[in-house]
């Protein structure tokens, strides 16, 4: 699976757009970009996934570069519960392909 | 709503013991997996499996075996805990057959090893 890279920590206003970027640079042309997050003292939250398009859901959008080497993650309003780390994950979609390699993610703190 | 259970959420244990770490998904998935988390390291995978009977080593299985008798069960054991197992364990399952597809993710377990 292609190496994901992301920043440490981030900090955002609460009711602002958060933006969560990630380089995913020698990604191949079936892998998966994923984003996860985890609160404190809790298990991996999935969030959104893509391949080429952006991707939306009630939780995020998910912007991926015409080329595919990064993406940025979009909460649109972020709230005090949005404080967690987030994880870029890159993934293979071939069968016997599904573990997920985690990184250290990045720490966002939402600011009242 | 699906749900990953796992048995405990806080467990100490004493060095040399046998422990077994026990994780439940009610979703009918085929794979399920389980990670351990340390500060600095992230989530490291230790075993998955991809069907009943059926197991693959993941990132750091040593000190690791597994069990998976039904479907719905994934099993972790300490043949014999060591301070270095100190760690927080999370297990997660997600379907199979799709080149898309999530995992949903325990609550974990925290682990002292004594």
């Known amino acids: 699976d292609a190496k994901t890279t992301q920043p440490t920590s981030m900090d955002c206003a609460e009711g602002r757009a958060a933006n969560l970027p990630c380089n995913h640079s020698t990604i191949s042309g079936n892998e998966y970009v994923y984003w996860y997050r985890q609160i404190h003292s809790q298990g991996p939250q999935y969030i959104i996934h893509?391949?080429?398009n952006n991707e939306t859901n009630e939780m995020a959008s998910l912007i991926i570069t015409e080329d595919r080497k990064s993406s940025t993650l979009i909460l649109p309003h972020a709230t005090l519960r949005d404080t967690a780390v987030y994880y870029c994950?890159?993934?293979?979609?071939?069968?016997?392909?599904?573990?997920?390699?985690f990184g250290t993610g990045t720490r966002l703190t939402i600011i009242p | 709503d699906v749900k990953v259970t796992q048995s405990s959420r806080y467990l100490v244990k004493r060095t040399g013991e046998k422990v077994f770490l026990e994780c439940v998904q009610d979703?009918?998935?085929?794979?399920m997996f389980w990670y351990r988390q340390d500060p600095g390291l992230g989530l490291r995978l230790i075993y998955f499996?991809?069907?009943?009977?059926?197991?693959e080593k993941g990132d750091i299985p040593e000190g690791y075996s597994v069990s998976r008798e039904k479907k719905e069960r994934f099993s972790l054991i300490l043949e014999s805990a060591s301070t270095n197992q100190t760690s927080m364990y999370l297990c997660?399952?997600?379907?199979?057959?799709?080149?898309?597809?999530?995992?949903?993710f325990g609550p974990g377990t925290r682990l002292t090893v004594l």
């Open positions: 893509g391949l080429k």
């Open positions: 979703m009918d998935h085929e794979n």
């Open positions: 997660a399952s997600s379907t199979s057959g799709r080149g898309d597809n999530e995992q949903f």
């Open positions: 994950i890159v993934r293979g979609s071939n069968f016997g392909n599904e573990k997920l390699t």
């Open positions: 499996s991809y069907d009943v009977k059926m197991k």
